[in-house]
């Protein structure tokens, strides 16, 4: 995802300082080269395409995050998944009691979905808090973030379930051209998304170093 983003952005760039330097009123032909039966398509006037292609931008840096946030939920499900397998004592306080791989084998593992999808659904305190109760710890940078992870997952939500919309205003408005899309601006974005990656590898490295044989 960060190779796909970075490859947009510097093209998003030159192609915009040639839009700001040309007449509002030139067309994408001229501006842009642009020909072929989907030229029709295209906006009528460097004017009109800057709007559109800023709303674009934005568009993707919503969908980077809706995209992000899923990928961090499923890293979070799968190595929960192998740390309770591996250290199937461990919610009893017991850690490294109980060899998972023997069990595994004997076909005798204990079932943890439940267990791990309440580490991975709704706000996240309440997920933060079933880690504890997993595995008695938690990694600092996770429990010091949860205000702001519990920020991300709210704007997630209003990007996937209402079109870039916020959730109240969408609700009350049927018509959802009428109620503006959320804004998201690159700085934020990439604060995001290093919070995430830095709560990635505080997880990874505490449950590889405490609980996955």
Not at 9 to 30: M, W, Y
Not at 65 to 87: H, W
Not at 90 to 102: E, I, S
Request: glycine share 6%.
């Amino acid at each position: 995802m960060n190779q796909l983003y970075w490859s947009f952005v510097p093209v998003a760039g030159f192609c915009s300082h040639i839009a700001r330097h040309q007449k509002p009123n030139e067309g994408l032909d001229t501006l842009f080269h642009a020909s072929g039966p989907d030229l029709r398509r295209l906006a009528p006037t460097n004017k009109d395409w800057q709007l559109d292609f800023s709303n674009f931008g934005n568009w993707v840096r919503l969908n980077v995050v809706v995209a992000i946030s899923s990928y961090l939920e499923v890293f979070m499900r799968a190595i929960i998944s192998a740390a309770l397998k591996s250290d199937p004592a461990a919610p009893k306080g017991n850690t490294r009691a109980v060899d998972g791989a023997y069990l595994l084998k004997r076909e005798a593992q204990q079932d943890f979905e439940s267990e791990i999808k309440n580490c991975v659904v709704g706000e996240w305190q309440s997920r933060v808090a079933q880690y504890r109760r997993l595995f008695k710890n938690v990694p600092s940078v996770l429990e010091d973030s949860i205000g702001e992870l519990e920020r991300i997952r709210i704007f997630r939500n209003s990007v996937g379930h209402t079109f870039g919309r916020d959730v109240e205003n969408y609700e009350y408005n049927l018509i959802s051209r009428f109620v503006p899309m959320q804004r998201l601006q690159h700085r934020r974005m990439l604060r995001w998304l290093g919070l995430i990656e830095d709560t990635v590898r505080a997880i990874e490295n505490h449950l590889l170093s405490f609980h996955i044989a």
